[in-house]
DNA sequence: ACAGCATAAGCAAGCGCTTAGTCACAACAT
DNA sequence: ATGTTGTGACTAAGCGCTTGCTTATGCTGT
């Protein structure tokens, strides 16, 4: 059996693969990517990437399946901690949008790279993409029936602020004039007004 | 000398290789299609994509470049045509929304496929999309400066709507419950949300 | 001594694209 | 009308290269 607990080394070269991955898939697309590059940008032969891996699919889900989580379990945790839909709304949107601006790189892969997936991994992922949306739509509507929220269709309103933040992965740049947290703050205030909020 | 007015075979021929690679860049990418996809989809020879244009990637920038010309007249004529900030807003983004909901195959390529592009024609395409958020930004801040519209930020709202608008490429389906003038009608509803007219 | 990390070399398949040629048809001389 | 020739759409075959991945083997720390 083997010692799970003490692998140093294999598991420094598991995550050099998997931040070289994340930045050629980023960057070039998975299909743009090759192997070759993937293990040149880790610092290792081609073959290396075989050792801990076994296949460059593998890698586009263990990026795209911790990146899912890691948003979900951010959604959820900032829903539950807010006292009415109207701090909650306000919190979740901030911190999807810090979220998205700060990992625009790996946020990148877990929405743009969907379609390379295998049919089995694809049908997990979009089984966390559901829930959430699920999230984001019950919140909205939540608020709609406390009347804090005017909105004409909630799904269609929820369906915009997850947009909203998704699509800051598409355009966000490190080099530009905002940082994530001032994106975080005006998209707050954006997904107020969005559901009527005065 | 060739005769331009009447090649109708030539022509024919050209549109539908175009259709099959829009369909296929849309569906897999530009690096998961290949020359043989395209060519199987427009009923010819894998040859016979070359007898028409000089690459596969030739076929990118003409997709991508009709698509974003379109677009650049779409958002010039409608902003153009409207009497004041308000309606402008109003029908610009109505005619946004339903453009990338109607046309979302192309619009996933006019806004996803950019990478894949030499760096010439990307410099050239880049031009246009700066022509286009520069429409949309000085439209926020005239409304801003009329006092028509409160914005905090009239750049991160510009960036906002348009956002807003390119990622329905991404989520739309026909298949889904909504109609592209759906979209349109509650989107143009949202974008006057966000720059605040009451 | 040995477990396991890492590599050099390379395989089968697939890639974008080219070559050499076939075919249908229009223009024109006879 | 008929034979001749030029033209352009289209293809069968395949070239040179790259792809994802495997195999056989060396190397290192404990």
């Known amino acids: 059996m083997t010692d799970s607990a003490e692998r140093p080394r294999a598991d420094a070269a598991r995550a050099r693969l998997l931040d070289a991955a994340t930045s050629a898939f980023a960057e070039k697309g998975f299909h743009g990517t090759t192997t070759r590059d993937i293990a040149e940008a880790a610092g290792m032969s081609p073959a290396a990437l075989y050792v801990h891996h076994k296949s460059k699919e593998e890698l586009l889900y263990l990026i795209s399946h911790s990146g899912h989580q890691d948003t979900l379990r951010l959604v959820r945790e900032t829903i539950e901690s807010a006292a009415d839909p109207v701090n909650a709304l306000r919190a979740v949107i901030h911190e999807f949008a810090a979220h998205h601006a700060q990992g625009h790189t790996r946020a990148r892969i877990v929405n743009y ?10 049908a997990e992922i979009s089984a966390i993409r559901h829930r959430i949306q699920d999230e984001i739509r019950a919140l909205v509507e939540r608020g709609a029936a406390a009347g804090v929220f005017e909105v ?24 530009g004039r905002w940082t994530p947290e001032d994106v975080a703050e005006r998209y707050a205030e954006i997904a107020l007004r969005i559901v009527g909020v005065r």
């Open 152 to 175: 004409p269709d909630p799904a269609m309103a929820a369906i915009a602020l997850l947009s909203l933040g998704i699509d800051i992965a598409r355009w966000y740049r490190e080099e």
């Open 113 to 122: 790279e969907l379609a390379a997936l295998t049919p089995a991994h694809s």
